[in-house]
């Protein structure tokens, strides 16, 4: 599916590194991680199809 909507958000300095190091721990971008989180929040509350 191609990706074509962008959500900006700011967050605390701590927020960012510790979404960086995890992000880093799983081989994977920032942005990628975000989204990661995200979808399975939605499909767990039945909000994405999943």
């Given at each position: ?9 700011r ?5 960012k ?29 039945g909000?994405?199809?999943?």
């Amino acid at each position: 599916m191609a990706k074509t909507s962008a959500i900006s958000v700011r967050v605390t300095d701590e927020v960012k590194a510790a979404a960086e190091k995890a992000a880093k721990e799983d081989a994977r971008s920032v942005a990628s991680l975000v989204e990661k989180v995200l979808s399975d929040w939605l499909r767990e509350r039945g909000y994405l199809a999943g």
